[in-house]
């Protein structure tokens, strides 16, 4: 079935540093690919989306490239800040599931000024 | 913007008691919602597809009767745990997607349940 790989963490990086948070995923068909963020005591947030190959995704700053070629939807920032200490999660939705979203584990990320 | 409400945000029971858990769209009908549960460092696990006037669709290793949704209206949906048990300890996180397009799924702030 459908899955989502992304890195473990917690990741700890210093302000204006620059981030990756790899994701992978294992589908039939073309999927839909998904960051939500969770910022500490709130709801999931959509992040961005892509929903064919080599689209690009961006939103505050964060993007990401679906590369069909290597399955992954890798999320990249050039520069973080404080306010981006939150859970990411890679997601992905096939038309064969319906509406669901198909979840990673969640990153952990922790800004220090 | 579209605005998913959840409650309760946490709850602790005893063993053998039922929660009913309630996730309703503010500002949007929904026909269609889901009821996600996450453990520590875990992903999302989806747990159950709640469709307004119907049955919910179960995945897989949810019971179903442990686990009871009734989606009455089009802006609610419930979730009642049964015969609580310490097992059923969780994060429950329920989503709703918005009958007017192919918009993202909306999330609740999710209910920490806690049962003794």
């Known amino acids: 079935g459908d899955s989502v790989t992304q890195m473990e963490g917690p990741v700890t990086l210093s302000e204006e540093a620059f981030l990756t948070i790899n994701c992978t995923y294992t589908a039939t068909g073309y999927p839909s690919l998904f960051w939500y963020v969770q910022y500490p005591g709130e709801g999931l947030q959509l992040l961005l989306k892509a929903t064919k190959a080599d689209d690009k995704g961006s939103n505050k700053g964060f993007e990401a490239t679906y590369r069909k070629e290597t399955t992954s939807f890798h999320l990249e920032k050039g520069s973080v800040q404080v306010s981006d200490s939150a859970v990411y999660f890679c997601a992905l939705k096939n038309s064969n599931s319906g509406y669901a979203l198909n979840f990673g584990k969640g990153t952990s990320l922790l800004v220090t000024p | 913007g579209a605005v998913v409400s959840q409650h309760p945000s946490w709850v602790i029971c005893k063993s053998g008691t039922s929660v009913k858990i309630e996730c309703r769209s503010l500002d949007f009908q929904a026909t269609t919602m889901f009821w996600y549960r996450q453990f520590p460092k875990q992903s999302l696990m989806l747990m159950a597809t709640?469709?307004?006037?119907?049955?919910?669709?179960?995945e897989q290793g949810v019971e179903k009767d442990k686990f009871l949704i009734n989606h009455a209206s089009l802006t609610l949906s419930t979730l009642t745990v049964t015969s609580a048990h310490p097992e059923d300890s969780s994060f429950y996180i329920c989503?709703?997607?918005?009958?007017?397009?192919?918009?993202?799924?909306?999330f609740g702030n999710g209910t920490r349940l806690t049962v003794t």
């Open positions: 989503s709703a997607r918005d009958d007017r397009g192919d918009s993202p799924l909306h």
């Open positions: 709640s469709n307004e006037g119907s049955k919910a669709t179960y």
